[in-house]
């Protein structure tokens, strides 16, 4: 049973443009969500978080949204840059057992130069 | 300020035989985490450490167990090595058992044969 999924498996964008990465959750109990990117033969990078009393969270380039009554979030990166390119792994947890994050599959990001 | 290590990089082993994955934390962290990534999948929580203690525990199967040292570096040990667990390894530490980030070292690239 997947809890956290990203239907997009990749995504190309050109430099400069938006780029908007995409992931549902089933679990009602989830309350905190991160982004996570990953580099080729490097370990996952932590980018931004998000609790669930909030429905925006901003960090620069990167803004996460939350949709809680969809059960959606996604991933913002204005503007794109070929930096970018990685694979983007949104994670959740819920109150209990805050220590347990559950990662979806990931989204390759492609940003043409 | 040093990052979280991992060794080895890549491992080969034969099925049934036991194999045992080592993990650094980052300075000042007390906990530590493992997942298992297998190829096209997220990260799953396989289980945490909190100041030698497990702390909780994914669905996997006890041939999976761990450890943590007063320094807090982790080890992890799988007996019994089956193909499925043919997988990237990856240990995050976090300053605790809480929702602090988790800070990801690069892996363990482990093949059964």
């Known amino acids: 049973d997947q809890q956290v999924k990203q239907n997009s498996p990749s995504l190309s964008v050109q430099e400069g443009r938006i780029s908007i990465l995409n992931c549902d959750y089933t679990?009602?109990?989830?309350?905190?969500f991160l982004w996570y990117k990953k580099y080729p033969a490097e370990g996952p990078t932590f980018l931004i978080s998000?609790?669930?009393?909030?429905d925006k969270n901003e960090d620069g380039r990167f803004t996460v949204f939350l949709n809680k009554s969809a059960k959606h979030l996604s991933l913002h990166i204005v503007p794109s840059q070929p930096g970018d390119s990685a694979v983007y792994f949104c994670?959740?947890?819920?109150?209990?057992?805050?220590?347990?994050?559950?990662f979806g599959t990931g989204t390759r990001l492609k940003v043409l130069a | 300020e040093t990052g979280v290590t991992q060794s080895p990089t890549h491992l080969i082993k034969t099925r049934g035989q036991q194999v045992t994955l080592r993990c650094s934390s980052q300075?000042?962290?007390?906990?530590v985490s493992w997942y298992q990534q297998a190829l096209g999948q997220g990260p799953q929580f396989i289980f945490q450490?909190?100041?030698?203690?497990?702390?909780g525990r994914g669905n996997f199967p006890p041939r999976f167990s761990g450890l943590q040292f007063p320094n807090y570096s982790s080890e992890l040990n799988v007996n019994a090595l089956e193909l499925d667990d043919s997988a990237l390894y990856l240990c995050?530490?976090?300053?605790?058992?809480?929702?602090?980030?988790?800070?990801f070292g690069p892996g363990t690239r482990l093949t059964v044969l």
């Open positions: 995050a530490s976090s300053l605790s058992a809480s929702r602090d980030t988790q800070y």
């Open positions: 679990n009602s109990m989830f309350d905190y």
């Open positions: 998000i609790s669930s009393i909030k």
């Open positions: 994670a959740a947890s819920a109150e209990e057992g805050t220590y347990k994050y559950i």
């Open positions: 300075s000042g962290h007390n906990t």
């Open positions: 450490y909190y100041r030698e203690e497990e702390n």
